[in-house]
Nanobody, 128 residues
Framework: QVQLVESGGGLVQAGGSLRLSCTNS????????VGWFRQAPGKEREFVAA???????????NYADFVKGRFTISRDNSKNTVYLQIDNLKPDDTAVYYC??????????????????WGQGTQVTVSS
Protein backbone atom coordinates (compact mmCIF):
# COMPACT_ATOMS: atom_id res chain seq x y z
CA GLN A 1 0.00 0.00 0.00
CA VAL A 2 1.27 3.45 -0.89
CA GLN A 3 0.42 6.36 1.36
CA LEU A 4 2.53 9.42 0.72
CA VAL A 5 3.04 11.97 3.45
CA GLU A 6 4.58 15.39 2.88
CA SER A 7 6.07 17.55 5.59
CA GLY A 8 8.31 20.53 6.02
CA GLY A 9 6.09 23.31 4.77
CA GLY A 10 5.47 26.50 6.66
CA LEU A 11 5.62 30.26 6.68
CA VAL A 12 8.95 31.74 5.67
CA GLN A 13 10.21 35.14 4.64
CA ALA A 14 11.36 35.80 1.12
CA GLY A 15 14.96 34.76 0.67
CA GLY A 16 14.66 31.94 3.16
CA SER A 17 14.85 28.19 2.61
CA LEU A 18 12.73 25.15 3.27
CA ARG A 19 13.26 21.45 2.89
CA LEU A 20 10.18 19.46 2.11
CA SER A 21 10.06 15.74 2.76
CA CYS A 22 8.00 12.96 1.23
CA THR A 23 7.74 9.52 2.77
CA ASN A 24 5.61 6.45 2.14
CA SER A 25 4.29 6.12 5.68
CA UNK A 26 7.58 4.54 6.66
CA UNK A 27 7.46 1.89 3.96
CA UNK A 28 10.11 1.61 1.33
CA UNK A 29 9.63 3.34 -1.98
CA UNK A 30 13.24 3.60 -2.99
CA UNK A 31 12.61 2.24 -6.51
CA UNK A 32 9.65 4.49 -7.25
CA UNK A 33 9.93 7.60 -9.35
CA VAL A 34 8.82 10.50 -7.19
CA GLY A 35 7.71 13.89 -8.38
CA TRP A 36 6.96 17.18 -6.67
CA PHE A 37 4.17 19.39 -7.93
CA ARG A 38 2.66 22.57 -6.58
CA GLN A 39 -0.61 24.42 -6.84
CA ALA A 40 -0.97 28.08 -6.02
CA PRO A 41 -4.36 29.63 -5.21
CA GLY A 42 -6.38 30.11 -8.37
CA LYS A 43 -3.79 28.40 -10.54
CA GLU A 44 -3.39 24.98 -12.08
CA ARG A 45 -1.11 22.40 -10.59
CA GLU A 46 2.39 22.59 -12.03
CA PHE A 47 5.38 20.29 -12.12
CA VAL A 48 8.38 21.21 -10.02
CA ALA A 49 10.85 18.31 -10.08
CA ALA A 50 11.09 14.54 -10.22
CA UNK A 51 13.61 11.87 -9.37
CA UNK A 52 13.98 8.37 -10.78
CA UNK A 53 15.82 5.55 -9.06
CA UNK A 54 18.73 4.15 -11.09
CA UNK A 55 20.51 2.27 -8.34
CA UNK A 56 21.05 2.68 -4.61
CA UNK A 57 23.40 5.63 -5.06
CA UNK A 58 22.40 7.04 -8.42
CA UNK A 59 19.23 8.85 -9.47
CA UNK A 60 18.05 10.69 -12.54
CA UNK A 61 16.36 14.06 -12.04
CA ASN A 62 14.18 16.41 -14.03
CA TYR A 63 13.28 20.01 -13.17
CA ALA A 64 10.79 22.54 -14.39
CA ASP A 65 12.31 25.47 -16.25
CA PHE A 66 11.26 28.00 -13.62
CA VAL A 67 13.33 26.23 -10.93
CA LYS A 68 16.45 28.06 -12.09
CA GLY A 69 18.75 26.39 -9.63
CA ARG A 70 16.73 27.27 -6.53
CA PHE A 71 15.17 23.83 -6.10
CA THR A 72 17.00 20.56 -5.50
CA ILE A 73 15.33 17.17 -5.41
CA SER A 74 17.12 14.30 -3.73
CA ARG A 75 16.41 11.03 -2.03
CA ASP A 76 17.79 9.18 0.96
CA ASN A 77 16.94 5.56 0.40
CA SER A 78 18.12 4.60 3.87
CA LYS A 79 15.39 6.86 5.25
CA ASN A 80 12.79 6.11 2.56
CA THR A 81 12.49 9.83 1.98
CA VAL A 82 12.54 12.15 -1.01
CA TYR A 83 13.42 15.77 -0.35
CA LEU A 84 12.77 19.03 -2.11
CA GLN A 85 15.16 21.74 -1.01
CA ILE A 86 13.95 25.22 -1.90
CA ASP A 87 16.35 28.13 -1.53
CA ASN A 88 15.90 31.86 -2.01
CA LEU A 89 12.16 31.51 -1.63
CA LYS A 90 9.98 34.06 -3.38
CA PRO A 91 6.36 35.05 -2.72
CA ASP A 92 5.45 33.39 -6.04
CA ASP A 93 6.53 30.07 -4.53
CA THR A 94 3.52 30.21 -2.21
CA ALA A 95 1.52 27.06 -2.94
CA VAL A 96 0.53 23.68 -1.69
CA TYR A 97 3.32 21.29 -2.57
CA TYR A 98 2.45 17.68 -3.37
CA CYS A 99 4.61 14.64 -3.86
CA UNK A 100 3.53 11.86 -6.17
CA UNK A 101 4.85 8.38 -6.85
CA UNK A 102 5.13 6.28 -9.97
CA UNK A 103 5.37 2.77 -8.60
CA UNK A 104 6.68 1.42 -11.90
CA UNK A 105 9.81 3.55 -11.70
CA UNK A 106 9.27 5.28 -15.01
CA UNK A 107 11.05 8.32 -16.36
CA UNK A 108 10.90 11.45 -14.16
CA UNK A 109 8.34 13.17 -16.35
CA UNK A 110 6.44 16.37 -15.78
CA UNK A 111 2.86 15.26 -16.42
CA UNK A 112 0.79 14.29 -13.45
CA UNK A 113 -1.00 11.41 -15.13
CA UNK A 114 2.24 9.42 -15.03
CA UNK A 115 2.04 9.19 -11.24
CA UNK A 116 -0.09 6.64 -9.45
CA UNK A 117 -0.31 8.00 -5.93
CA TRP A 118 -0.41 11.47 -4.43
CA GLY A 119 0.07 12.89 -0.99
CA GLN A 120 -2.20 15.37 0.75
CA GLY A 121 0.18 18.26 0.30
CA THR A 122 2.07 20.64 2.53
CA GLN A 123 1.50 24.39 2.51
CA VAL A 124 4.38 26.73 1.76
CA THR A 125 3.74 30.41 2.34
CA VAL A 126 6.38 33.00 1.54
CA SER A 127 5.98 36.50 2.90
CA SER A 128 7.55 39.50 1.24
Amino acid sequence: QVQLVESGGGLVQAGGSLRLSCTNSGRTFSTYTVGWFRQAPGKEREFVAAIKYINWSVSSTNYADFVKGRFTISRDNSKNTVYLQIDNLKPDDTAVYYCAADVHGGRPVAYGSAYDYWGQGTQVTVSS
